[in-house]
């Protein structure tokens, strides 16, 4: 089992509609998340990071974390075509191993 | 101005050669490290250096062999290059080892390999 899993997709969605993008991970004591977005043929590039369970919003992003499920998901809301992208997930564990998942390729149709 | 920066952006050659990526970033971080992604876009740490010294070195052949001159610059050298070693290899940053776990890393623009 891997450290960090996500559903590889691809995850389509029409524009303007939310994006929900899916993550778990395996070592209970995990402390921090990430998210990070790459485009095709670039590197990556963080856009949320969360702690603590429960939402936090930055602007079109809520990232969500559920410690109990050990669950940690993006949403997207008004997806744009500039959004389509691969999402990696990250986690940090209690011993600041900090893994990748393998990231979820989302497609926004115009 | 590019806050990790890594040359060449393409790197092609053939099996048995070696290489080098070079590193550099310009945010005044401590802690450099070099990762690799493959064809499934798993990224997989391969070395982290903390102020020129080298704190992590995960399962990684001894044909790769990092260097680290000061803080702000890190290289990677690959000796007797093998197809397997194609992938995309990413320099990265953080203010600090532990740091990284409260702001993740910057990553550099990457370096493609192909090994032929």
């Known amino acids: 089992q891997k450290e960090v899993e996500q559903n590889s997709g691809p995850l389509s969605v029409p524009e303007g509609a939310i994006a929900s993008l899916n993550c778990t991970y395996s070592d209970r004591g995990s402390q921090s998340f990430f998210w990070y977005r790459q485009y095709s043929g670039k590197s990556p590039e963080l856009i949320m990071s969360i702690y603590s369970n429960g939402d936090k919003e930055d602007g079109r992003f809520t990232a969500q974390l559920n410690k109990a499920s050990q669950y940690v998901s993006l949403l997207i809301r008004d997806s744009q075509p500039s959004d389509s992208a691969t999402y990696l997930c990250?986690?940090?564990?209690?011993?600041?191993?900090?893994?990748f998942g393998t990231g979820t390729s989302l497609t926004v149709i115009p | 101005d590019t806050a990790v920066s890594q040359t060449p952006k393409y790197l092609v050659t053939q099996m048995g050669n070696d290489k080098s990526i070079k590193c550099e970033q310009n945010?005044?971080?401590?802690?450099m490290y070099w990762y690799k992604q493959d064809s499934k876009k798993f990224l997989k740490i391969m070395f982290s250096y903390n102020n020129k010294e080298l704190i992590i070195n995960e399962t990684v052949p001894n044909r790769f062999s990092p260097k680290s001159p000061d803080k702000a610059h890190l290289n990677l050298h690959i000796n007797s290059l093998e197809l397997g070693d194609s992938a995309v290899y990413f320099c990265?940053?953080?203010?600090?080892?532990?740091?990284?776990?409260?702001?993740?890393?910057?990553f550099g623009s990457g370096t493609r390999l192909t090994v032929v």
């Open positions: 945010l005044g971080h401590d802690t």
């Open positions: 990250a986690a940090v564990t209690a011993g600041n191993q900090f893994y």
């Open positions: 990265a940053s953080s203010q600090d080892y532990w740091d990284r776990g409260f702001h993740g890393y910057t």
